[in-house]
């Protein structure tokens, strides 16, 4: 029931920023969590950020604290990640998905019931 159409990556320097977008339609999202993941070639989808859709209680992964951040608009239904400062490690294929149950922010894929297509992200060195 819930569609999730990410947007906003492409090719960036090391250093750089890129803001990606994902826009959610199909239900309430009020008792939601919103998460970002990432996969790299070869390796497992990793968790990135989540957002809670109504509190906006937040969770990042430890490899992006201080340079990503994670926001939402409730208005347009769109959740948005902010990704500063990006390294060639950075490289992936970023997911929207949403945690339609309640209860703590989830850091596993298994714990969300809907994705996006996925947006890629590439930063060159």
């Known amino acids: 029931q819930v569609q999730l159409v990410e947007s906003g990556g492409g090719l960036v320097q090391a250093g750089g920023s890129l803001r990606l977008s994902c826009a959610a339609s199909?239900?309430?999202?009020?008792?939601?969590?919103m998460g970002w993941f990432r996969q790299a070639p070869g390796k497992e989808r990793e968790f990135v950020a989540a957002?809670?859709?109504?509190?906006?209680?937040?969770a990042y992964a430890d490899s992006v604290k201080g340079r990503f951040a994670i926001s939402k608009d409730n208005t347009k239904n769109t959740v948005y990640l902010q990704m500063n400062s990006l390294k060639p490690e950075d490289t992936a294929v970023y997911y929207c998905?949403?945690?339609?149950?309640?209860?703590?922010?989830?850091?596993?894929?298994?714990?969300?019931?809907?994705w996006g297509a996925g947006t890629q992200v590439t930063v060159s060195s």
């Open positions: 957002i809670r859709w109504s509190g906006s209680r937040t």
């Open positions: 998905a949403a945690d339609t149950n309640s209860g703590w922010i989830k850091l596993v894929r298994d714990a969300y019931d809907y």
């Open positions: 199909g239900r309430t999202f009020s008792s939601y969590t």
